[in-house]
């Protein structure tokens, strides 16, 4: 079973931030209402196991501050549903 998922276009949102000159992740989560490790693990490879898809609060808040289209900052990406591809943890034989 297939899921999407909404993705964050990095470079795009750097962009913004330099244009709007936000000079930090930290001044940028705290006008997005979010924590900065949120911006960071967002903005992660999308490989890296500790990335993170944006919720609700980042995208809203990327939409009112930097303005724009949605498909500016963000795409949608379908992905296998984590639930049915995680790997059970082997059993340990003593």
Not at 15 to 39: F, M, R
């Amino acid at each position: 079973m297939k899921k999407f998922v909404v993705r964050l276009r990095v470079k795009e949102l750097m962009k913004a931030q330099i244009d709007k000159d936000i000079a930090s992740d930290k001044e940028l989560a705290d006008l997005l209402n979010v924590n900065v490790t949120q911006i960071w693990r967002i903005k992660l490879p999308v490989e890296d196991p500790r990335n993170n898809v944006p919720g609700n609060q980042f995208i809203a808040g990327v939409m009112e501050i930097f303005g724009g289209r949605f498909d500016e900052y963000f795409y949608i990406e379908e992905v296998d549903d984590p639930r049915k591809t995680k790997q059970k943890p082997e059993k340990v034989t003593v």
